[in-house]
Protein backbone atom coordinates (compact mmCIF):
# COMPACT_ATOMS: atom_id res chain seq x y z
CA UNK A 1 0.00 0.00 0.00
CA UNK A 2 2.88 2.08 0.16
CA UNK A 3 3.45 4.65 -3.02
CA UNK A 4 -0.22 4.65 -3.38
CA UNK A 5 -1.40 7.59 -1.96
CA UNK A 6 -4.18 8.95 -0.81
CA UNK A 7 -5.80 9.34 -4.20
CA UNK A 8 -6.45 5.70 -4.40
CA UNK A 9 -8.65 5.82 -1.40
CA UNK A 10 -10.98 8.92 -2.62
CA UNK A 11 -11.71 7.48 -6.15
CA UNK A 12 -12.47 3.61 -4.05
CA UNK A 13 -15.04 5.21 -2.43
CA UNK A 14 -16.54 7.66 -5.14
CA UNK A 15 -16.66 4.39 -7.24
CA UNK A 16 -18.66 2.60 -4.15
CA UNK A 17 -20.92 5.70 -4.11
CA UNK A 18 -21.35 5.73 -7.54
CA UNK A 19 -22.51 2.13 -7.51
CA UNK A 20 -24.83 2.26 -4.53
CA UNK A 21 -26.30 5.17 -6.52
CA UNK A 22 -26.81 3.30 -9.63
CA UNK A 23 -28.06 0.67 -7.92
CA UNK A 24 -30.76 2.70 -6.29
CA UNK A 25 -31.98 3.89 -8.71
CA UNK A 26 -32.31 0.68 -11.21
CA UNK A 27 -34.12 -1.36 -8.64
CA UNK A 28 -37.92 -1.24 -8.61
CA UNK A 29 -39.48 -1.95 -5.63
CA UNK A 30 -41.46 -5.02 -4.75
CA UNK A 31 -42.82 -7.09 -7.71
CA UNK A 32 -45.86 -5.16 -8.35
CA UNK A 33 -48.72 -5.69 -9.33
CA UNK A 34 -51.02 -6.91 -12.47
CA UNK A 35 -54.50 -7.65 -12.73
CA UNK A 36 -54.06 -9.78 -15.55
CA UNK A 37 -52.61 -12.68 -13.52
CA UNK A 38 -54.85 -12.86 -10.62
CA UNK A 39 -58.29 -13.99 -9.89
CA UNK A 40 -60.85 -11.57 -9.60
CA UNK A 41 -61.72 -11.79 -5.59
CA UNK A 42 -65.46 -11.00 -5.56
CA UNK A 43 -66.78 -8.90 -2.76
CA UNK A 44 -63.75 -7.76 -1.38
CA UNK A 45 -64.28 -4.21 -0.63
CA UNK A 46 -60.54 -3.12 1.33
CA UNK A 47 -57.43 -2.98 -1.05
CA UNK A 48 -53.85 -3.38 0.50
CA UNK A 49 -50.83 -1.41 -0.91
CA UNK A 50 -47.76 -3.12 0.78
CA UNK A 51 -44.44 -4.47 -0.44
CA UNK A 52 -45.00 -1.79 -3.59
CA UNK A 53 -48.31 -3.64 -5.13
CA UNK A 54 -51.75 -4.06 -4.67
CA UNK A 55 -53.28 -6.65 -2.80
CA UNK A 56 -55.62 -8.12 -4.32
CA UNK A 57 -55.24 -6.05 -7.44
CA UNK A 58 -58.42 -7.69 -9.14
CA UNK A 59 -61.77 -6.98 -7.76
CA UNK A 60 -65.44 -7.44 -8.75
CA UNK A 61 -67.89 -5.51 -6.56
CA UNK A 62 -71.24 -4.59 -7.46
CA UNK A 63 -72.47 -0.71 -7.96
CA UNK A 64 -72.91 1.48 -5.12
CA UNK A 65 -69.71 -0.14 -3.11
CA UNK A 66 -67.76 2.12 -1.51
CA UNK A 67 -63.83 0.69 -2.27
CA UNK A 68 -61.13 1.76 0.48
CA UNK A 69 -57.32 1.61 -0.11
CA UNK A 70 -55.01 1.31 2.16
CA UNK A 71 -51.07 2.27 2.59
CA UNK A 72 -48.71 -0.31 4.83
CA UNK A 73 -45.80 0.87 2.57
CA UNK A 74 -43.42 3.43 4.46
CA UNK A 75 -44.05 5.95 1.11
CA UNK A 76 -46.80 7.48 -0.35
CA UNK A 77 -49.22 5.71 -3.30
CA UNK A 78 -51.60 7.20 -5.15
CA UNK A 79 -55.04 5.86 -6.58
CA UNK A 80 -55.29 6.96 -10.48
CA UNK A 81 -57.63 6.14 -12.79
CA UNK A 82 -55.34 4.76 -16.22
CA UNK A 83 -57.77 6.26 -18.53
CA UNK A 84 -60.43 8.87 -17.61
CA UNK A 85 -60.71 10.70 -14.19
CA UNK A 86 -63.25 8.22 -11.57
CA UNK A 87 -59.62 7.36 -9.67
CA UNK A 88 -57.68 10.60 -8.76
CA UNK A 89 -56.63 10.28 -5.38
CA UNK A 90 -53.73 12.81 -3.56
CA UNK A 91 -50.27 11.16 -2.72
CA UNK A 92 -51.60 8.75 0.58
CA UNK A 93 -48.84 7.23 3.11
CA UNK A 94 -48.14 4.69 5.79
CA UNK A 95 -51.86 3.74 7.50
CA UNK A 96 -54.12 6.57 5.62
CA UNK A 97 -56.26 5.68 3.19
CA UNK A 98 -58.30 6.79 0.07
CA UNK A 99 -62.18 5.56 -0.63
CA UNK A 100 -64.10 5.84 -3.60
CA UNK A 101 -68.02 4.95 -4.26
CA UNK A 102 -68.37 3.11 -7.46
CA UNK A 103 -71.87 3.48 -9.18
CA UNK A 104 -71.64 2.73 -12.58
CA UNK A 105 -70.87 -0.23 -13.86
CA UNK A 106 -67.86 -0.75 -15.85
CA UNK A 107 -64.03 -1.70 -15.39
CA UNK A 108 -61.71 0.77 -13.92
CA UNK A 109 -57.63 0.41 -14.24
CA UNK A 110 -55.70 2.05 -11.90
CA UNK A 111 -52.15 2.55 -11.26
CA UNK A 112 -50.09 3.99 -9.04
CA UNK A 113 -48.08 7.75 -10.37
CA UNK A 114 -44.89 7.31 -8.15
CA UNK A 115 -44.51 3.48 -8.45
CA UNK A 116 -45.18 2.45 -12.02
CA UNK A 117 -45.16 -1.44 -11.22
CA UNK A 118 -47.95 -1.05 -9.01
CA UNK A 119 -51.57 -1.89 -11.20
CA UNK A 120 -55.43 -2.28 -10.33
CA UNK A 121 -58.77 -3.06 -11.85
CA UNK A 122 -62.22 -2.92 -9.88
CA UNK A 123 -64.92 -4.81 -11.97
CA UNK A 124 -68.57 -2.54 -10.80
CA UNK A 125 -71.66 -4.39 -11.92
CA UNK A 126 -75.56 -4.16 -11.87
CA UNK A 127 -76.89 -5.80 -8.73
CA UNK A 128 -78.47 -8.58 -9.65
Not at 6 to 26: D, H, I, P
Not at 38 to 49: I, K, M, N, S
Not at 78 to 106: A, I
Request: charged share 20%; net charge negative.
Amino acid sequence: MRGLGKGWLVSLVAMVGALLLFGAACYTHGAGSDPSKETPAFGVTEVRLEDFGDAPANIVIDAGTTVIWTNYDGVGHTVTSDEGEELESEQFSKTETFRHTFDTPGEYYYHCKPHSNMHGLVTVRLLP
